[in-house]
């Protein structure tokens, strides 16, 4: 059975910094992309970044300031988050694909994390 599980959310100010992880378990993920979605309340779920054979990807609201990070001998994929906005505020969750896709596409995503909260306070 393939579960993914977040870490690292939290509050912060504006400016501050966190790091999401994110451990895939189930099987191995290393050739299809790994990412990281967001949802504020009362929007719908949006793609913040991935990363896929090598392949980094980021939303233009998250460019220069969100890293994307993997370990895939460890099926685990990171996001440090720096210079953090109160726009930034919502639910992440980490989305793991078992086949090769756009990374930027939430169909692509076949397993789902439950979600850690990320607030930034103005």
């Known amino acids: 059975q393939v579960q993914a599980v977040e870490s690292g959310g939290g509050s912060v100010q504006a400016g501050g910094s966190l790091r999401l992880s994110c451990v895939a378990s189930?099987?191995?993920?290393?050739?299809?992309?790994m990412g990281w979605f967001r949802q504020a309340p009362g929007k719908e779920r949006e793609f913040v970044s991935a990363m896929s054979v090598g392949i980094t990807y980021y939303s233009d609201s998250v460019k220069g300031r969100f890293t994307i990070s993997r370990d895939n001998a460890k099926n685990t994929v990171y996001l440090q988050m720096n210079s953090l906005k109160p726009e930034d505020t919502g639910v992440y969750y980490c989305?793991?694909?078992?086949?090769?896709?756009?990374?930027?596409?939430?169909?692509?995503?076949?397993?789902w994390g439950q979600g850690t909260q990320v607030t930034v306070s103005s």
């Open positions: 189930g099987r191995t993920f290393s050739a299809y992309p």
């Open positions: 989305a793991v694909a078992a086949r090769r896709g756009s990374p930027k596409t939430i169909g692509v995503y076949d397993y």
